[in-house]
């Protein structure tokens, strides 16, 4: 499909004069992939819609979502958009995730404030290679803008959007992961309990069996 080829490699090359700048961010999570690819799910507290989505034959999921964040712009590019262009950022986020191989990419890109600046996002979610409990994610960024008189206060406004975006991100994933370990802590502990209830009425049982069969001794 036409995104999967979009993950294979990096964003289309901009118009030539085009004021392009690159970012690069790596981390790492102390959860399972697992558990990371269920948490990316359920990250987003704002309106998400389904475009599209699909299995492959080779069992990857292929999804298209658009995004609607609330995320102002400079005070001094307000007064070239709209109040809801201004306000809200569109984002279209395509993903590929290989349940085999356990790694999921995804590709985001704004389409609105496009006059701006257009941030290209491709992020990939794998296995740490030092820990196979851990997950690490490769997260760049390419932010262009064909403004190029205020290409310096745009490149300086995409960086802190950019590393806003990564520490929320960041923040979004713990909460999701705590809360996520906490139920699968909670329902362990419950499946515990539930067995030793068992092994205790199993207990009681064969003592009162073995006692009455002494009575008749």
């Known amino acids: 499909m036409q995104w999967e080829k979009k993950l294979k490699g990096s964003p289309e090359a901009p118009p030539a004069g085009t ?20 948490a990316f799910w359920r990250r987003y507290p704002n ?16 999804s298209r979502r658009l995004l ?8 001094w590019a307000e007064r070239l958009f709209p109040a809801n262009v201004a306000h809200s950022v569109y ?9 085999q191989n356990q790694t999921m990419t995804t590709f985001t890109r704004n389409i609105n ?13 794998c296995v ?12 760049e960024a390419w932010s262009s803008s064909g403004l190029f008189r205020v290409s310096r206060p745009v ?23 705590a809360k996520l370990q906490a139920k699968e802590a909670k329902e362990k502990a ?13 207990l009681t049982s064969k003592a009162a069996t073995k006692k009455q069969q002494q009575q008749f001794v």
């Open 19 to 38: 004021v392009v700048k690159y970012f690069l961010g790596q981390s790492v999570l102390r959860s399972s992939w697992e558990q990371v690819f269920a």
């Open 47 to 62: 309106p998400i819609d389904i475009v599209q989505r699909e299995v492959t034959p080779d069992q990857k999921l292929l």
């Open 68 to 75: 609607t964040n609330t995320n102002r712009m400079p005070c």
């Open 91 to 99: 984002t279209l986020e395509d993903s590929t995730v290989d349940p």
């Open 113 to 125: 404030r496009a006059r701006l600046m257009e941030v290209d996002e491709p992020c990939v979610y």
């Open 128 to 139: 740490n290679s030092d820990n196979s409990g851990w997950t690490e994610i490769r997260r």
């Open 155 to 177: 490149q300086e406004f995409g960086l802190a959007g950019f590393k806003s975006n990564v520490t929320k991100t960041m923040k979004g994933f713990q909460y999701i992961l």
């Open 190 to 202: 419950k499946e515990t309990a539930l067995a030793a209830t068992e092994k205790a009425k199993g």
